[in-house]
């Protein structure tokens, strides 16, 4: 499937329960950081070694609800969020060049 038919689906998804009226910026952002903080729960507490065991449907599911309510942020700001990536990725590729920043865990200011 097309990134654009996913975008759609997720947006009909949405539509058909009238969701949108619910869907406040605000709402929208804190959403997001409770299923980022949902996928870190299940790495709390945990062994290197009990991580490994981690169920992936959960960590499938965590990343899905994650990237849904991404696409409902680049939604409400009319973002083209492949375009975003892309130039964000360029933008990385010119702070972080390979020549400086392989092997290296510094940030970009400190290379």
């Known amino acids: ?23 406040q910026i605000k709402d929208l952002l804190l959403g997001l950081n409770i299923e980022v903080g949902e996928l870190q729960e299940l790495h709390l507490w945990k062994t290197n ?8 449907e959960k ?18 700001y ?5 375009e975003a990536i892309s130039l964000k990725m360029e933008k990385n590729a010119a702070k ?7 092997n290296s865990n510094k940030k970009y200011n400190e290379l």
């Open 78 to 82: 009319n973002i083209d969020l492949t």
């Open 59 to 76: 960590v499938k599911d965590e990343v899905a609800d994650i990237a849904i309510f991404l696409i409902y942020i680049s939604k409400h």
């Open 1 to 23: 499937m097309e990134f654009n038919q996913l975008e759609q689906k997720i947006i009909n998804f949405r539509d058909e329960r009238n969701w949108k009226q619910f869907h």
């Open 96 to 102: 972080y060049p390979v020549e400086k920043s392989r």
């Open 49 to 56: 070694q009990q991580q490994t065991q981690i169920d992936l």
